[in-house]
């Protein structure tokens, strides 16, 4: 038993919520992984664990159908397929049910056509990361990187297989192993792996000589697990150690079927190396096809090599050997492995051996050389196609024959002034532009139509194709060299000039997407722009989908290249679609077209992951495409990006909120502290008079009674005027405030003002400046006595005894403008803007009763008005405080004089 606990204690805490897997790993089927496996449950099950069955295959077997019996089941889904009546484990009712421990027989298999998933082991993965723990059971012949070595020592290709990685990932691995004579027996007696075809797979795959080869394979694997455990104990342990050097393996990929051989050898070899994995592909002209085939079997070699752990690349050149030991010492390899040649000697004296190549330039690299297998060369080599414009455009072929007409016709007039090595030479020409712009094909074309046209028009005897002189002849295929040539590396130039405006295009879009979405602060313009850039990028319908208050998913930004433009449609996901997104969503995963997860859908969705969390989801139509790495790799910058900046946006509005808070606790604080402050005083004030009246009322005259009770009224009204302003502030506030506007004279405006504020100041003297003829305003008449009422009660706070307080107005221009002018020691500079703020107070050396919220009133009742206040200091001593009232183009003077009369 091996416990695979690979991840360092620094890492777990992050993991803790997630399932632990157990595998039981047999070298064959029969050996009795299943019966171990419910065996083991039922002892958790007697600790006191929560299981269940979540699928079992007993193959009518006794006594495994006796200890399956005795744990709880979840019913299977049942469907129909092909016509016949399909059973799958249902991953639903597992999730809901969520137990502690489920048991899942066969990891390797594969669900039918329509299911969530494709293979069972992903199941498995999401059961895992809902926190579930797992029991599951493979055969050695099932894991992907032995399936190749499984092939040739059993004669069967194992179609069902599972990642390494999952093997890898496991929290505990059982080996569970019997005598190659004992599971024989077994099999002849029914006791283990019963079925209908048990004779034929008795005589084909289980034989004493395959079960020993199967189980030395399954002792290495497990070997390797607690070599790989024992190595992560004493790096976490600190433990010292004859370390092995850092090594890096490097596989050479193409759309061969040979590739998934070369792949799974080069993983075994990593891992037995304990050495990083790296596979590469070279996009060259002889290989570079549009043939839907081949870019499928590509596609999925290089998934292949992920699935495995491998880091894929893709590089463009010409120079195949050269373009791989420039990437195996960029990347610091150790290894190279490459694949036998299987072409013909001729093809070698061509193009020259590449495994020779290899080795020639390596240097200190090793390279590994693999033999393919027998089936593998039985397998049909892979046919270069012409590209579609080259298989279908007569006329590129016209225009070289054409333009290999047009040189014949020339040379012709000149034929006397020409030597025959100079006509040849021109015929050169078609041959360049025919492979410059049309491609090679129509260059090897040209070339040997301009051969022929020599021929008959130059070489003597003309007019015919017979050659009297050897030399010539020697020279017509010199020149078919040299055509073949010119047009192959004009085609690698054409393809590597698509390929370097292609990447250019992704990159420059990257970039103008990263310059716009910098300064963007809301996420629905995030979405907006990262499906037109995607869409423009890829060439297909991009929507993105962003998450409400409740995590549920709608499309915030949608656009499709054929229409042009962002319309509903292109903006409008089919209902299956959104439930595939969601999940998507809710799982952290990429699923949808060219998955294995939802696999059947129209859309490949891809979450915008920030921090391990999902921020919104990228669904990108593909319509049955199959998805390159390198494609994949561009898909992920995009939603990477587009996932950082939605994050930046919630991050920046959750500190919004943040300061929001922190301002408004300062201002309950500074609230409380100058409410407490303001009504201590007059409720002191009118407690000590009411109190001096209960209690020796009869002993004060009539005149001291009044005296009192004026002390009592000057609290009550301190203490309205404090009420009045909170009241008002929470109105401005709450954008309460209504303006009930009419026509409203300054003088009567003043006049009132000065009437009202004369009957509590005796302190100080009033003095009016009004212009006459002042035109009538627009106004709600009570506010602004209120806006006037308060900045002479700020005067006067702030203005020495019998000191002269001046209100005064004019007109200037089409605005109103009124004046409070004290003769106080006026306001610092740098806290002029600031005394309209809510409870700023000025500094001052005495202590002045007030709130601080008089001048913030006022201004917001002024800017209700479409109004402005500010303060100014002059020069001789004072403060300055001005009203802006806009005036009415049309005021109507002459109602206002008749009222007044």
């Not at 019913?75 to 489920?102: F, W, Y």
């Not at 059993?154 to 599972?162: A, M, P, Q, R």
Request: aromatic share 6%; with cysteine; charged share 25%.
């Amino acid at each position: 038993m091996i416990n695979n606990d690979n991840q360092p204690p620094e890492e777990q805490t992050g993991l803790e919520e997630k399932g632990k897997l157990t595998v039981f790993l047999g070298a064959a089927p029969g050996v009795g992984k299943t019966y171990k496996m419910l065996e083991t449950a039922r002892q958790r099950q007697e600790e006191g664990a929560d299981v269940i069955i979540g699928w079992v295959e007993t193959h009518d077997i006794p006594s495994v159908e006796q200890l399956a019996a005795a744990l709880p089941r979840i019913p299977v889904k049942s469907c129909i397929h092909q016509g016949r009546l399909v059973r799958e484990m249902d991953v639903d009712a597992i999730l809901e049910r969520k137990p502690e421990l489920v048991l899942i027989d066969d990891i390797a298999h594969t669900n039918i056509p329509g299911s969530r998933h494709v293979r069972r082991f992903q199941d498995v993965q999401e059961l895992l990361k809902a926190g579930i723990d797992i029991y599951t059971t493979v055969s050695i012949q099932h894991i992907e990187s032995l399936n190749d070595i499984v092939a040739q020592i059993t004669g069967i290709t194992v179609k069902e297989t599972v990642p390494d990685y999952i093997l890898e990932q496991a929290d505990s691995l059982q080996l569970i192993d019997i005598p190659p004579n004992e599971l024989l027996k077994r099999i002849k007696e029914g006791k283990a792996y019963a079925g209908e075809q048990r004779e034929q797979e008795l005589k084909q795959f289980f034989r004493s000589g395959n079960i020993t080869a199967l189980r030395e394979l399954a002792l290495r694997f497990t070997a390797n697990s607690v070599d790989e455990e024992l190595e992560q104990y004493m790096k976490r342990h600190r433990i010292n150690g004859p370390w092995p050097a850092a090594s890096r393996i490097m596989v050479c990929v193409s759309a061969s079927p040979f590739s998934s051989q070369l792949i799974r050898a080069a993983h075994r070899l990593s891992v037995g190396l304990h050495s990083e994995f790296i596979a590469v592909h070279v996009e060259a002209s002889t290989h570079n096809s549009t043939d839907d085939e081949q870019r499928v079997r590509l596609a999925r070699n290089l998934r292949l090599a992920e699935e495995l752990g491998a880091t894929t690349l893709t590089v463009v050149g010409c120079d195949l050997p050269n373009e791989l030991i420039k990437v195996a010492k960029a990347h610091n390899v150790t290894a190279i492995v490459v694949g036998k040649p299987r072409h013909s000697w001729l093809q070698e004296l061509l193009h020259g051996s590449l495994v020779e190549q290899l080795i020639r330039l390596s240097g200190g690299i090793n390279v590994y050389v693999i033999q393919a297998s027998a089936e593998t060369k039985k397998s049909p080599k892979v046919v270069t196609k012409l590209p579609a414009e080259e298989q279908s455009n007569w006329k590129n072929y016209l225009g070289g024959l054409l333009m290999a007409g047009l040189v014949s016709v020339v040379s012709w007039f000149f034929a006397e002034e020409l030597q025959p090595v100079n006509i040849a030479l021109l015929y050169l020409m078609p041959v360049l532009l025919s492979a410059v712009w049309w491609g090679r094909w129509p260059s090897y074309v040209t070339a040997f139509l301009s051969v022929l046209l020599f021929d008959f028009l130059f070489v003597p005897p003309i007019f015919t194709f017979t050659v009297a002189d050897i030399p010539y002849a020697w020279s017509f295929l010199i020149f078919l060299l040299v055509s073949y040539f010119i047009g192959g590396r004009t085609e690698l130039l054409r393809v590597q000039a698509k390929t370097a405006y292609h990447r250019e295009r992704i990159t420059r879009a990257l970039y103008e997407f990263s310059r716009k979405i910098a300064s963007t602060s809301d996420s629905t313009s995030i979405a907006e722009r990262l499906a037109t850039h995607a869409a423009e990028t890829f060439g297909r319908q991009t929507l993105v989908l962003l998450p409400d208050n409740e995590a549920k998913l709608s499309v915030r930004g949608g656009f499709e290249p054929e229409q042009g433009r962002s319309e509903a449609d292109a903006k409008e996901l089919p209902i299956n679609e959104s439930v595939v997104a969601q999940w998507a969503f809710e799982q952290g995963q990429v699923a949808g077209c060219s998955t294995d997860t939802f696999s059947e859908m129209q859309y490949i969705h891809v979450p915008l992951l920030s921090r391990g969390n999902a921020v919104g989801v990228m669904s990108i139509r593909i319509l049955g495409m199959q998805i390159t790495p390198e494609e994949q790799r561009c898909i992920d910058a995009w939603a990477g990006l587009a996932a950082i900046s939605v994050e930046r946006v919630k991050l920046t509005e959750a500190a919004r909120e943040a300061a929001m808070l922190v301002e408004a606790d300062k201002l309950h604080t500074a609230l409380f502290n100058s409410i407490s402050h303001e009504l201590r005083t007059p409720l002191s004030s009118i407690s000590g008079s009411v109190s001096t009246l209960l209690e020796s009322g009869a002993m004060y005259n009539r005149e001291q009674q009044t005296e009192l009770l004026e002390t009592i009224q000057e609290g009550a009204s301190r203490m309205e005027r404090i009420v009045i302003n909170l009241l008002d502030s929470a109105r401005l506030e709450s954008g309460m405030l209504t303006l009930k506007k009419d026509w409203c004279d300054i003088e009567d405006l003043i006049g009132t003002t000065i009437r009202r504020f004369g009957k509590k100041n005796t302190d100080h003297i009033i003095e009016v400046d009004v212009s006459p003829d002042l035109p009538l305003i627009q106004a709600d008449f009570v506010l602004l006595e209120q806006v006037l009422l308060n900045l002479l009660d700020n005067a006067k706070k702030y203005s020495p005894t019998d000191s002269v307080i001046t209100i005064a107005a004019k007109q200037e221009a089409d605005s109103i403008v009124m004046s409070v002018q004290d003769q106080g020691a006026g306001i610092p500079n740098d806290e002029l803007v600031r005394v309209f703020d809510k409870f700023f107070r000025v500094r001052q050396d005495r202590q002045i009763p007030g709130t601080g919220l008089g001048l913030s009133i006022c201004k917001g009742i002024v800017e209700a008005h479409r109004g402005r206040i500010w303060a100014e200091n002059r020069p001789d001593g004072g403060t300055d405080l001005y009203i802006s009232l806009p005036t009415c183009k049309y005021a109507p003077i002459m109602e206002a004089e008749d009222e007044a009369k």
